[in-house]
């Protein structure tokens, strides 16, 4: 049995349109309590008792030399944590996509994620909106399917159609077919409405929970017990995480980067626990914590500095998964439907499990 912790930084619910804080992440491991809380007291003297922050011990010099020598902890063994780093423009952006145009060209017979072609959909349309587009428009286009999605409704939808069409008007090169179905989509959108796809669409406290899992998977095959820091973003959503942990489930194999996820995820156990009285739950917080202020354009000074020796650190050892914009670029169609894509299939396999008794 292997327990793996997860605590968070970053979380910001559905309201994914935030400047202040741009990422959300996830971090965990499977360093027992013990062995944490013995980490913690040789590296932050003095602090035992109070729940380390990484915000505050970043704003000092003191807590800054603290958190380097704390990193090397890992230099040995960098795979006992990881952390999931979601830009969560780019999901704004990759959610736009995958909840308004997928279902348009799923009716057209095709299979928007075969061979990632849904992610390199969104690489393209998350380039011409940072890249090829006025700033200003893109970044209202952003904003108002953010207000959109969380509280769905016409008159949120009227304004989110009308600023495309404004966009579209003056469309740079490179950013047109993306509008074009865009526009369609909301055009279009009631024949969609009632599949369910946009609830909750802004969510992704499960989704990055289920990228570490890739993880932990690749270190051992399980099964495991997952604690997580008390989390109402997380646990009212439990019957999610319920339906790909259920062992009814149909055993679906997912690629996610250079690992794969084997889904139902071997979790016989989720529990809640409090970060402050938890060793292992403020490793997860102070990674976390790091990690989601790290900006990739940080400017020359003390935080530049302290970023460029975690990197020389182990910290710079750790499993940094990134969730946003790539490389790959749509060109062309997707491919045409020859059976249920992979969400159907995991949606199907979750109708059709057992409900996991209690």
């Known amino acids: 049995m292997q327990r793996i912790y997860f605590d968070e930084s970053g979380q910001t619910g559905t309201h994914l349109f935030d400047r202040d804080q741009p990422f959300f992440c996830v971090a965990s491991t499977d360093v027992p309590n013990e062995t944490a809380a013995e980490m913690l007291a040789r590296h ?24 380097l020598a704390f990193f090397r902890e890992f230099e040995q063994d960098a795979g006992r944590v990881c952390v999931v780093k979601i830009d969560k423009r780019f999901t704004l952006v990759a959610k736009m996509v995958d909840h308004l145009v997928e279902p348009l060209l799923r009716e057209r017979g095709y299979d928007f994620y075969k061979n990632d072609y849904a992610v390199k959909f969104a ?50 090169f490179g950013s047109e077919v993306f509008l074009d179905l865009m526009i369609e989509a909301t055009s279009t959108f009631e024949r969609f409405e009632g599949d369910g796809r946009l609830e909750d669409t802004n969510d992704i406290h499960v989704t990055a929970v289920l990228h570490s899992m890739g993880h932990w998977q690749k270190r ?22 319920e339906a790909i942990t259920n062992p009814a489930l149909e055993s679906v194999v ?9 889904l139902p995820v071997p979790v016989v156990s989720t529990i809640s626990a409090r970060s402050h009285e938890n060793a292992s739950l403020q490793v997860c917080d102070l990674l976390a914590g790091v990690v989601g202020r790290h900006r990739p354009n940080e400017p020359p000074g003390e935080m530049r500095d302290f970023f460029d020796a975690a990197a020389s650190s182990g910290l710079g050892q750790v499993a940094i998964y990134p969730v946003g914009g790539g490389t790959e ?30």
């Open 123 to 172: 690489n393209s349309a998350c380039y011409a909106i940072d890249n090829l587009m006025d700033p200003v428009v893109a970044t209202e286009l952003v904003s108002l399917y953010n207000k959109f999605a969380r509280e769905p409704g016409p008159e949120k939808l009227r304004a989110f159609h009308a600023a495309l069409r404004l966009a579209r008007a003056d469309a740079p």
């Open 220 to 241: 051992g095959a399980g099964p495991f017990e997952v604690v997580h820091d008390e989390s109402i973003h997380f646990f009212k959503r439990s019957e999610r995480w």
């Open 44 to 67: 932050f003297p003095g602090r035992q008792g109070k729940e380390l922050k990484a915000q505050r011990l970043l704003g000092k010099a003191r807590g800054r030399r603290e958190l």
């Open 329 to 358: 670029f749509a060109s062309g169609p997707p491919e045409r439907a020859d059976g249920p894509d992979i969400v159907d299939r995991i949606a199907n396999a979750v109708r059709s499990g057992r409900k996991r008794p209690r």
């Open 254 to 262: 997912l690629a996610i980067g250079d690992r794969t996820l084997t």
